[in-house]
């Protein structure tokens, strides 16, 4: 199976900071990573697919990049609303996700 | 407006069974891939299941592989988790999750629905 590991768990920043979250596959999962954002007593919200595609609604400050084993989240300037946990996930074979990053504010 | 509603959770005894539903509204139900989803009290996302638009294509994460069963009735738009042999650490919330693959068919959970919660103890 493939394990997917999220750094950093958790996180501190202010709003306007630009902050970064890494997601790595245990093998080479191509493209097929997404990534979600979740806020407390909710559902996932689909944010980014095929790891660098923007979902129709999400703002334009989230952006993803990578390929193979190593991927990256970008929140460009963090807002009020980004307050919340982060998942990867891969859906190359089966599907898993990443242990979550947790976005708080300092 | 489409959405995707979850039934079936509640209090079930360690060894007991439990089966959850998920209704489907106003999109092409038979045409997507589905897949359930978990979340443990204060812990991360768990994917737990996958079945394909014609139940063709089934697969279970290993912690629930030969307890769980996935299954989909198209003409009623719905989908199942039938759970036998619960036990505590299958206490979570249980979110039903469309997948839709793009032009390339890269996969992805782009619908969830709010979620039904499962607690098993005695």
């Known amino acids: 199976d493939i394990q997917m590991t999220q750094s950093p768990s958790s996180l501190s920043a202010s709003v306007g900071d630009r902050v970064t979250i890494t997601c790595r596959a245990s093998?080479?999962?191509?493209?097929?990573l997404n990534w979600y954002q979740q806020k407390p007593g909710k559902a996932p919200k689909l944010l980014i697919y095929a790891a660098s595609s923007l979902q129709s609604g999400v703002p334009s400050r989230f952006s993803g990049s990578g390929s193979g084993t190593d991927f990256t989240l970008t929140i460009s300037s963090l807002q009020p609303e980004d307050f919340a946990t982060y998942y990867c996930q891969q859906s190359y074979s089966t599907r898993t996700f990443g242990q979550g990053t947790k976005v708080e504010i300092k | 407006e489409v959405h995707l509603v979850e039934s079936g959770g509640g209090l079930v005894q360690p060894g007991g069974s439990l089966r959850l539903s998920c209704a489907a509204s106003?999109?092409?139900?038979?045409?997507?891939?589905m897949n359930w989803v978990r979340q443990a009290p204060g812990k991360g996302l768990e994917w737990v299941s996958h079945i394909s638009s014609s139940s063709s294509t089934i697969y279970y994460a290993n912690s629930v592989k030969g307890r769980f069963t996935i299954s989909r009735d198209n003409g009623k738009n719905s989908l199942y988790l039938q759970m036998n042999n619960l036990r505590a650490e299958d206490t979570a919330v249980y979110f039903c999750?469309?997948?839709?693959?793009?032009?390339?068919?890269?996969?992805?959970?782009?619908?969830w629905g709010r979620g039904t919660l499962v607690t098993v103890s005695s």
């Open positions: 093998q080479s999962i191509y493209i097929y």
């Open positions: 106003a999109f092409t139900f038979n045409t997507y891939s």
């Open positions: 999750a469309r997948e839709s693959g793009g032009a390339w068919n890269y996969w992805y959970f782009d619908l």
